[in-house]
């Protein structure tokens, strides 16, 4: 093994949203195809919901990349929090009309409404962090989305008890809801090992046995990001023994007693 | 920043701690073993010299006993368990406590100004990106003018109108209350997943509350997360004329319309330079 492999492994697990690390998992391939064909759905928006490092901002990267090579598609991680600078913004991009002065929304409205559809198409925006746009704001992108001139999905973030909240409030017949949820532990395993395929640590994909993804699953309950800072301190600590007393580990399997010390590193442990 | 021997120590203490239990119920179960092993061989002892009758009685009284010192013997335990569990939680609340501390300790900000020689350092790979964009931005420029001319300006009315469909759907609707979203949490849950838009929307929002440090420290976080944001940059700048340090505001703003060629950055230079905004 190369010496470095530790550190190549470690930063395979940084904390970032981009597209192209996105890892396909079978169940969130099953809940990618539907949102793809709920684009394609007249009427609805699409609601992306569920916990804190779930993957929501990365599911959207991913089909914003997907989509974008075969319509008009964006995504706005930032919300744009200034009214008139959210339909300016969208005047750009859908029909590249540059405003100076203000914009509001009846004015806006009137634009979408008199826009003629390229090829049937309907235009997609992509609102990430949408918890943090007003009520009012909302429910005038909901008015905008029923002109069927311009479509919506959005991912909101909520806590545990408000997601239920989001969930009954968004069932209705306007929203399509999707959940992400945390990985199980077979669908984290896959996570895990695809991830430091795809960067060639192959070395250290094999050494991720059942029993240490249980561990993992069980410290982390699937939770992607949780999963991220766990191995990411883990290799850390590996890369560490390995350049001060390589005796200290095994190189065949990841040891326990080096994923509980990175799970109380990084606070999932009290100790 | 990884302290392994400590963390190694912490292991150790934490290996320890989820044995407890277990040699708790280890030890309470050899004690009544014991116990249950002495009045066996008491009874022996004790068959020998008494005759029948007495037998009897001795034996229901020690089966008596017997009851009753488990019964002790449990009470004890059930201390026993006490005595150990309650030390470990006292223990355990100011050391979470810790944690969280030296959390929130790390992602405190710190204002630095080193970031505007990262951008020195930087603009080179943005060169190419300026005549990209400097062309795209023609493009823009040149188009809205032909269409401008198609956009109606609605009457006042029919604005009250639809403001009023507007409000009457929205109260039925959706019943969030994220009109007053607790800037709190969103900071908590920017320290969390350092996400940009998060620290982004914390800047504007004290901009806004004229808190011109803390829109300062969260501009200057979510440039040095995303250096790629307009809105981070002007709100960053505005935030150090509002400070007093108009030079480096303008400084700012020089460096970021080179590579960038905001337009919105141009007229807030503009601005600023004229004594527009101050
Ligand atoms: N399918 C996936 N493939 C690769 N990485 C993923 C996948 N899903 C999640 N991740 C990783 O998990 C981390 C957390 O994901 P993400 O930021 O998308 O969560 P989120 O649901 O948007 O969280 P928040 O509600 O805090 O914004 C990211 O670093 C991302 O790289
Ligand atoms: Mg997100």
New binding site residues.
Partial sequence: MKPSIYEDSRDVFL???DAK???Q?ER?STIYQVLKDSIKKPFKMVLLY?K????????LSKLHESIASEQKAYLYKTPILDESEFYKTLAQDLYEIRYDGELNFTQFMRVVENRELVEAIVPVIMLD?AQLYSTIMMEKIRLLSDTRKVKFVI?L?KTEKEDIIAKEHFQTRIWESIK?ENALPSELKI?IQK?LMKANCIDTASMFTPKSINLIHKLTDGN??DT?KLIYTLFDIYHYYAQNTPNKIKRNEISAKIIEMAAIHTGLINA | MLNIHELENKHKKYKLKSFAPYLVILLSITIVLISILFFLLYDLGSNTELNKSEQIAQKEESQREENSTSNLTQEKNETLQKEISIPEIVKEVPKTEEVTEAIQKKVLLSPSLNFIKSIESQAPIYKEKVHKTAAIVEQQIKKPIQKKEEILLPAVEEVKESMAIVEKTGSIDIKRRDEEVDIKHVIK?FN??H?PALSLFVAKKYYQLEDYEQAYNYALATNELNNDMEASWIIFSKSLVKLGKKEMAVETLKKYINYSSSSQAKQLLDEILSGKFK
């Fill in positions: 904390d970032t949203v690390d996105y890892i998992l969130i569920g804190p490092g779930t993957g929501k901002s990365m599911f962090e991912a973030h992400l996570y991830k992607y990001r991220n | 849950r969390i997943n996400n």
